[in-house]
């Protein structure tokens, strides 16, 4: 018989195993304090839950019987208890487990895990620096318990708040500690005098305790702003601050505030975010300006190395001439060492790597892929009406309606059909080679017909191919576009186990050919209804890969968007009169001060609007986005011009419809009426309410009837029963309309 194979290794040993090596290896390369207890079994703010003893009542039990288990239960749920909500970290694609609080919570301190982590490291003979959530910023990323009325402030806590993070501070510094690093990137948004005034206070209480380590309050993602004086202010040793992108302006608001007189200034001049090599002088002379503002100054990155992958030395398949313009974790962290060491010891002791820095820059910047002439003659030439539509919204109507004859209240779905194991499979057998391209080819095409079949059977008004083809919606696109790179390994992670390797826009983007006009018009081919064209939108592509550093933002999405607009004006050419192109990503990059708003949201719209703005009047425009506070972006949504929205509203009770309506919205809106994150199936009754409720805010010309977003996540007999659901509800109501028998 084949011999078992060897039982895997306990989860804790593995995990500090993981740790000895990152710090061992953050000590080789000459980083002389090592971060501590960011080390998480899934996310850092739930492990600040169990620091603080934030444990929600309905997991109390699980965690007293088992820590481990529960904690897992309250990152993921288990068949009887839901667990913590998760929500996007900042503008990042990290998730994050929302704090759920109350006036009724009682916290009390843990400092388990943060001890033991800092010992570790101590262990090691490493100067370990514990990491903590800062009390105002994770009062303010929570939210009211289930049960506890909307408008309670988490806030109103801090004063209970504060004695656990003293006593977790005393705990560290009997430990060992010399450090603690307490994050604040709530601080980075515009806030009110009471937060203000909150974090004063906050700042002022631990300042003060006599058994404590020194301080060192964390900011990244941008601007300290309002925030940076009271920080100064605060009898804390050490701020940490970001100096990249958009929160550069740090470095002006520092002099303006006088520096930081006897205090330690952390700077983040290595950017955390993005994947490109720094540019040494550029931070050297922010350093040496820096130097004038504080009492000591060390160089680090802007902000945790999590949002970027770790080792570009494991690409194989990107061209060594441009591997030589990355720089993830590994090289992120010798980048902060030569900074270092040229700041402290002269520019001399570091000649070599400046040479060599110039020198791939100047690579870079020169590169044909980075500059492609008739890429940024065409962007060159764009003109206001190119983003504009030939006829205005109320013509195109009209003729939509003529050429579609589409019932009242039209059935569709956002695009994805259920992305089957075998699906999965046969990809992965195309890569292995297990499988020729003609096979695979086949194996698509029958899962288009199938998805083509039951949509017709079902009787949905507009129909899609299902994406079956797609392994991801960015790097689908990514993967066909010149000026994009795909990594092989560039793993970042989205949440707990789950992890996505974001494309690199490294260059001027084109089409070298058609994207999906194939499979699409091979859908159109086996009907008579309209199949639906569906491409990624500019604003997306952007939002989920990395994105160049050597240009506006805005001109990259242009780029985009011009080689998505020849595939639009494609599909149309092939005889398309639906076209989608979702932006989910439009709210979640706004930026996270509203003095960057309007000029995002004017290259955003733009983006879109050039996408879109080539075809016909007859020919109808869709837009979709999943979940979004859409308040802050409703505008913008207008200025997309898109003839038709479909938007996440099943577990909002159709909340969102209300909304466009009562900004006047004036086009048509297809309000999700199946929560396609849950395994439950909607029955005609419960489509019809949601259907009805939609009904009272959008007048029924303009209403559509959809899921909340794609079914790939979802198993065919829940989406085959869903689907029959929602086909029968828009039939009940229209059978009730004027008009409307169908
Ligand atoms: N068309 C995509 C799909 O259906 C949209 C996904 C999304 O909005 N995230 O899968
Ligand atoms: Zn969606």
Redesign the pocket.
Known sequence: PPPSPPPPPPLRTTAAGLRRDNWQQLAGAGVHEVPTGDFSYYDHVLDTSVMVGAIPARHRAAVAADPLDGYFAMARGTQDVAPLEMTKWFDTNYHYLVPELGPDTVFAADSTQQVAQLTEALGLGLAGRPVLVGPVSYLLLAKPAPGVPAGFDPLTLLDRLLPVYAEVLADLRAAGARWVQLDEPALVQDRSPAVLNAAARAYRDLGTLTDRPQLLVASYFDRLGEALPVLAKAPVEGLALDFTGPAAGNLQDLAAVGGLPGKRLVAGVVNGRNVWINHYEQSLATLGTLLGLAERVDVSSSCSLLHVPLDTGAERDIDPQIVRWLAFARQKTTEIVTLARGLARGTDTIAAELAANRADLASRAGSALTRAPAVRARAAAVTEADGRRSRPYAERSAAQRAHLRLPLLPTT????FPQTAALRTARADLRAGRLDAEGYEERISAEIREVLAFQEKAGIDVL?HG?PE?ND?VQYFAEQLTGYLATQHGWVQSYGTRYVRPPILAGDISRPEPMTVHWTRYAQSLTERPVKG?L?GPV?MLAWSFVRDDQPLGDTARQVALALRDEVNDLEAAGTSVI?V?E?ALRETLPLRAAGHAAYLAWATEAFRLTTGGVRPDTQIHT???YAEFGDILRAIEDLDADVISLEAARSHMQVAAELATAGYPREVGPGVYDIHSPRVPDVAEATALLRKGLAAIPAERLWVNPD????TRGWPEVRAALENLVAAAREIRGGLPGGAS
């Not at 779905?413 to 994805?416: D, R």
């Not at 977003?709 to 790939?712: D, Q």
């Open positions: 779905t956002i695009g994805s899609v994406e797609r919606m569906m990624t997306t989608q979702d989910p979709h986005m999943c977003c794609g079914l790939k």
